[in-house]
């Protein structure tokens, strides 16, 4: 019984170790402040209504968590300053659209919004890699 102790303890000390030490593995880059106000711009246009982040929002625009680097800014800039036949015309002004394009960019280096086949086990379970900052 005693043994039984011994080897729970262990395990609890030594996994409160291992999380105390490798808390901060996949932890956020910091927001910049232009990085805010892009998110403060995203909100107050309302961007979500008809667009996801991580598969959050509405859905007749497309998931922009990883617009950024499968797009890239041009073709970003452009629907956002000229709309396209499906999505308005939001009249933004420069400094608007810089924000927003610091804050999808951002976005981007949190991480996938897909999970990559490979990244499946066959139980069903995603297998979560911490992003590199
Ligand atoms: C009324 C719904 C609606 C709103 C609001 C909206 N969008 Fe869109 N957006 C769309 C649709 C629909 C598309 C796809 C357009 C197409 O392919 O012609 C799109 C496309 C885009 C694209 C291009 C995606 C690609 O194909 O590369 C970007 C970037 C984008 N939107 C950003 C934004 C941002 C930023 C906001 C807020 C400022 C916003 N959108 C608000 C509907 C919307």
Excluded at 92 to 110: G, K, P, Q, S, Y
Aim: aromatic share 12%.
């Amino acid at each position: 019984m005693r043994t039984v102790w011994i080897i729970l303890f262990v395990a609890f000390a030594g996994y409160t170790a291992l999380v105390y030490t490798n808390g901060d593995a996949g932890r956020m880059e910091p927001a910049t402040a232009q990085v805010r106000a892009g998110m403060d711009t995203w909100q107050q246009q309302n961007c979500a209504s008809c667009h996801q982040l991580y598969g959050l929002g509405g859905y007749m625009g497309p998931d922009l968590t990883n617009e950024y680097q499968r797009a890239g800014e041009e073709r970003m800039r452009a629907f956002m300053r000229y709309g396209s036949g499906r999505m308005p015309a939001l009249e933004l002004n420069d400094a608007e659209i810089d924000d927003l394009i610091a804050f999808l960019a951002w976005v981007d280096r949190t991480g996938s919004s897909q999970v990559s086949p490979e990244n499946v086990h066959w139980s069903g379970t995603y297998f979560i890699k911490p992003t590199t900052p």
